[in-house]
């Protein structure tokens, strides 16, 4: 079993940068994991995924080159570095984690999720 805890999310100014937190409370050196958000009114959408070894990273066209991906196995902990926030990037933010070699796009693939972070976007 895994518990997904999220943190570093708030309120900041268009432009502005957050980095999320994802700490995993079992050993995830196995599993993908993938950020996803959920804004109100919003199906839950892929935002960034990022293979075992942390050597493959994937993004949403919507925020290529603005956020960034990482983890550190040995702090079994997943971050999402955001930079150059816009207002559309408020949302809930989730992390997930699925014990597979592939990174999958799609929520519902995942088995492990946690409570979410709120990131709100201010113009």
């Known amino acids: 079993q895994v518990q997904l805890v999220e943190s570093g999310g708030g309120l900041v100014q268009a432009g502005g940068s957050l980095r999320l937190s994802c700490a995993a409370s079992?050993?995830?050196?196995?599993?993908?994991m993938g950020w996803f958000r959920q804004a109100p009114g919003k199906e839950r959408e892929f935002v960034a995924g990022i293979n075992r070894s942390g050597g493959s990273t994937y993004y949403a066209d919507s925020v290529k080159g603005r956020f960034t991906i990482s983890r550190d196995n040995a702090k079994n902990t997943v971050y999402l570095q955001m930079n150059s926030l816009k207002p559309e990037d408020t949302a809930v933010y989730y992390c997930?984690?699925?014990?597979?070699?592939?990174?999958?796009?799609?929520?519902?693939?995942?088995?492990?999720w946690g409570q979410g972070t709120q990131v709100t976007v201010s113009s």
């Open positions: 079992g050993r995830t050196f196995n599993y993908a």
């Open positions: 997930a984690a699925k014990n597979t070699i592939v990174v999958f796009t799609t929520a519902r693939i995942y088995d492990y």
